[in-house]
């Protein structure tokens, strides 16, 4: 089983169904495929290249251009359009791309960086793809690369395959007792991993439908629920926050809602208990990461323990392992640790980094500390990475550090995370100045809208004269957190 046979199979057996509703209407699947196809006739060249790009909002384009690619037998790659210009740059280089669907919005931003740009709005969806024409892929071969921040300021792209995708949606149809009954939400962008399996590949795989929304609104995201009867919905923290504000102040009938899941950062309490009070239905919140493709464990309504994330599906392994490599026993935390089908390939061109985050036997190091507790529940309990997560945004402190200490008056700098009730974790700039400047917080702020994207600039700046440092001379944020 493929992802393209997943699709060619759900079109085949739903032709007639809506598969995708967005702002310019309904989709069968049926016409989907046909889309598809057109997409997938546009790159068949060996011209487009290996590795193509898609750079769009969320919407049925991206879902055709997505099966379309692999159908020619090619790797799409998500796009993220929040990242600065030097990063998308980057991504795109490293990513060997020269071919990249998008739209006239994001045009702009890829001229001069690929040779070939498909804008969405000028194709004609006439074209047909042969049986024989479509590409034979294997279960191990490369379903997406995504590229999401790593230790480093540059993104690193995670290898995913088909059998990676396939068996994250095995795991994720049986806990979340899915069917192709279920009308799922796609109010996080799509090149997230997180929403990709489960507002993308999920309903596909399925049969379900889809309603996507490009920009995250309360009032809106209230109003498709009543009007489309959704079911099922994938969010973050900060998004759920939102929608209690939303409907304390308005009316909207949200009865058909079953499922509200919660991932990308911790889950506060008072956002558990408020949204528990006021909607039909409880959060569930669960875990995962890119390299693991999206869901690793979650809570469900008749198996939940607030504070934890979740029973690990059940198609992984999950270990806890110390910092002398020992299986830590129940209620003892560690480095958390997966095995099983949903484990990447890899890191692209990055042999050393990938033999670095999985061993030998398969095991993926997630650089999380938790603890698997005796009902076998996992809890997180520190990070061994130093990410900070800004609405499900993974963000490199080592990239706004590089920006803040590339100005004239600054001798050193330091970056690290603190909470924030909106978006889980904002960062805060501790700064040393060189010596005989002043400088304030506007100053550094206004410098860093210009080199930064707006949500990576620090919320808080705090002026030492001189940061903390261990005996190797590294800064110990550690003392700063």
């Known amino acids: 089983m493929t992802l393209v046979k997943s699709f060619l199979d759900t079109c085949k057996k739903y032709p007639r169904k809506v598969a995708v509703i967005d702002l310019k209407g309904e989709t069968t699947y049926d016409a989907l495929l046909k889309e598809a196809e057109a997409c997938a006739c546009l790159v068949q060249s060996n011209e487009t290249g290996k590795n193509i790009g898609i750079l769009l909002i969320n919407c049925k384009e991206f879902v055709s251009t997505f099966y379309g690619i692999l159908m020619a037998g090619k790797t799409p790659v998500p796009l993220n359009f929040l990242l600065s210009p030097a990063q998308l740059h980057f991504v795109i280089q490293n990513a060997d791309i020269n071919t990249v669907f998008t739209t006239n ?4 931003h890829l001229e001069g960086n690929v040779s070939h740009i498909i804008l969405t709005e000028e194709i004609a969806f006439n074209s047909s793809l042969k049986d024989r024409d479509i590409k034979s892929v294997d279960d191990e071969d490369v379903a ?3 590229y999401t921040s790593g230790t480093s300021a540059n993104p690193k792209g995670v290898m995913l395959t088909h059998r990676n995708f396939l068996s994250n949606l095995e795991g994720c149809v049986y806990a979340f007792d899915f069917t192709e009954k279920a009308i799922l939400l796609g109010m996080l962008p799509l090149f997230h991993t997180y929403a990709l ?4 590949v999920l309903p596909v795989y399925m049969g379900a439908t889809v309603v996507y929304i490009p920009r995250f609104s309360g009032p809106k995201v209230l109003e498709i629920i009543e009007k489309c009867k959704i079911t099922a919905m994938f969010a973050i923290p900060s998004m759920y926050r939102v929608l209690l504000r939303t409907a304390e102040t308005t009316k909207y009938d949200i009865s058909s809602l079953k499922l509200c899941t919660s991932g990308g950062e911790l889950l506060p309490r008072d956002v558990l208990e408020a949204f528990n009070r006021t909607f ?8 995962g990461l890119t390299e693991s493709t999206a869901i690793v464990s979650v809570n469900l309504p008749k198996k939940f323990k607030y504070g934890s994330i979740g029973l690990p599906l059940r198609n992984l392994d999950v270990r806890i392992i110390s910092d002398d490599g020992k299986c830590q026993p129940v209620n003892m935390d560690g480095e958390i640790w997966l095995k099983g089908p949903n484990v990447m390939k890899g890191y692209y061109k990055l ?3 990938t033999s670095e985050a999985i061993t030998p036997d398969g095991w993926l190091k997630t650089g999380d500390y938790g603890r698997l507790d005796e009902e076998g529940f996992l809890w997180i309990t520190g990070r061994k990475k130093e990410l900070i997560i800004i609405s499900g945004e993974n963000v490199s402190p ?4 590089h920006v803040i200490s590339g100005y004239e008056k600054v001798f050193e700098v330091a970056v690290i995370g603190v909470p924030d009730k909106l978006r889980g974790e904002v960062p805060k700039a501790y700064i040393a100045l060189r010596e005989k400047v002043a400088c304030g917080e506007d100053e550094i702020r206004t410098y860093c809208m210009q080199h930064l ?3 990576k600039v620090p919320k808080y700046f705090e002026f030492l004269k001189e940061l903390p440092h261990g005996p190797t001379g590294k800064v110990l944020k550690r003392a700063l957190k």
């Not at 039909?280 to 875990?287: A, D, F, L, N, Q």
């Not at 080592?398 to 550090?401: A, D, K, L, Y």
């Open 197 to 200: 399996t489960t507002t993308l």
């Open 144 to 146: 997406a690369l995504l």
């Open 351 to 353: 042999p050393k980094e």
């Open 398 to 401: 080592n990239e706004i550090e």
């Open 280 to 287: 039909p239905v409880p959060i569930t919140e669960g875990y």
């Open 105 to 108: 919005l994001f045009k702009p």
């Open 453 to 455: 994207p707006h949500y």
